[in-house]
């Protein structure tokens, strides 16, 4: 029996529901192949649906559980105010969050980029997930701010990626985490607990005038190389 549906299992279990575009799925959960034409549609699709969810006062999570994007998004200053989740979305091509702001929980838990995302002076007012999240090239969180926890457990950074001057005001779990290329924690500030417990750094490691407002742990931690911790400083904030 072929559904009507899709049934991709959303965050809350339920299926998605959407209707089917090929293949079983619908336009946002479509694992084939696309038409060139399809993924030129995808990003207006997406905005068009992202508007629907968020102007629907009976819609109180953002779920794009498992969505794949395959062309690049654009939400480059967006302003999310409802909670959302990118929980194990898959992005194929650039995907542009910078100065955009999460006013609740997000999730990147498990999400896939395959091209340079950009996080870029995001604000994050609520807690921020990126646990197993798996990045394939360089990406950047420069000049963010985590208002609340932030999660990189066991989240993979397979090239480079820059927390240049990055606040984190909350804890920073980067347990198990792995560093390809290079981290660059340039300048950032850890207000609260930061964790590199089991983390593995395989390139360089940057902490060059880094902050800390309490001795960090980076119990079991491993570093293919030495790291850099120049003019980095433990204080009381
Ligand atoms: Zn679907």
Do not use: W
């Not at 498992?66 to 967006?78: A, Q, R, T």
């Not at 394939?136 to 701010?145: D, V, W």
């Amino acid at each position: 029996m072929s559904a009507e549906t899709c049934q991709v299992k959303m965050y809350d279990g339920k299926p998605c529901g959407r209707p089917v575009l090929k293949d079983g799925d619908c336009v946002f959960h479509l694992r084939g192949e696309r038409t060139e034409e399809e993924v030129q549609n995808f990003e207006g699709e997406f905005l068009t649906e992202l508007r629907r969810m968020e102007e629907d006062p009976k819609i109180e999570r953002l779920d794009f559980t498992k969505f794949v994007f395959p062309g690049e998004i654009d939400l480059h200053g967006h302003v999310f105010e409802k909670e959302v989740y990118f929980f194990q979305a898959t992005f194929n091509k650039k995907a542009d969050f910078s100065e955009a702001r999460f006013d609740k929980t997000v999730s990147f838990a498990y999400a896939g980029f395959e091209e340079e995302p950009s996080f870029r002076e995001v604000t994050f007012n609520g807690i921020a997930a990126f646990s197993a999240a798996k990045f394939e090239n360089n990406t950047t969180f420069a000049e963010a701010a985590f208002e609340r926890d932030v999660l990189f457990a066991s989240t993979t950074f397979k090239k480079m990626v820059s927390f240049y001057d990055v606040r984190f005001k909350g804890e920073a779990n980067f347990k198990s985490a792995t560093f390809g290329i290079k981290a660059h924690f340039l300048g950032a500030k850890f207000e609260n607990e930061a964790d590199f417990s089991l983390a593995r750094f395989e390139g360089e490691a940057d902490f060059t005038e880094t902050t800390f407002a309490t001795e960090p742990f980076f119990i079991a931690t491993t570093f293919a190389r030495k790291p850099c911790f120049f003019g980095a400083k433990k204080a009381p904030m």
